[in-house]
């Protein structure tokens, strides 16, 4: 079933969805990794640059993907078992998961513009910086970049543990996860 059913999402939701997982741990690892051990002048540390960069642009266009998805098939609705204020906080949670998977990549962009850097796609096409060289603007997307990371880790850490609180304590009826699964 590739559009997203009465109680179960579509494959290609959860293409999109797994994908995008994975892309942001792994994007989160190796941007750790950057920042702590790698000089970003190094061999290493210009690949790890490349691929984080072209992957944050990759994150970008699934999430745009994903959205124009659920306009065409919408999520699944939540059971009418959940509370109130759990069905308005899992939508509070996913909305702003959505807000930040585009606007971390276009910090991220908007930090590396601001350095004087373009910003490469898998070495497919290039966006050039479109701002004039800035370090103190450079400074603060920088950060904002982080803050913003640290904020959907946050936020997916939540849905985790919403989604197998629903799984495994309240039971089968409430089960999102399957859903996804």
């Not at 559009?3 to 792994?26: E, K």
């Not at 051990?37 to 490349?50: K, T, V």
């Not at 373009?118 to 904002?144: K, M």
Request: glycine share 8%; no cysteine.
């Amino acid at each position: 079933m590739l559009l997203n059913g009465p109680d179960r999402y579509g494959v290609v939701s959860r293409a999109i969805h797994w994908i995008t997982a994975l892309l942001f741990f792994v994007m989160l690892g190796v941007g750790l990794w950057m920042e702590e051990l790698l000089d970003e002048s190094s061999a290493l540390g210009e690949q790890l640059l490349f691929l984080h960069q072209s992957t944050g642009l990759l994150v970008f266009g699934l999430t745009v993907l994903r959205l124009l998805w659920l306009i065409i098939t919408p999520p699944p609705p939540l059971p009418e078992t959940l509370q109130a204020w759990e069905i308005l906080l899992a939508r509070f949670v996913r909305i702003l998961m959505y807000v930040l998977l585009l606007a971390i990549p276009v910090s991220g962009y908007l930090n590396l513009a601001f350095d004087g850097h373009d910003v490469t796609f898998y070495g497919l096409f290039t966006i050039p910086a479109l701002v004039s060289e800035n370090h103190d603007l450079h400074e603060v997307f920088e950060e904002v970049h982080e803050l913003l990371v640290w904020s959907l880790l946050f936020l997916v850490l939540l849905h985790i543990a919403g989604a197998l609180k629903h799984r495994y304590e309240l039971g089968p009826g409430v089960d999102v996860l399957r859903r996804m699964l």
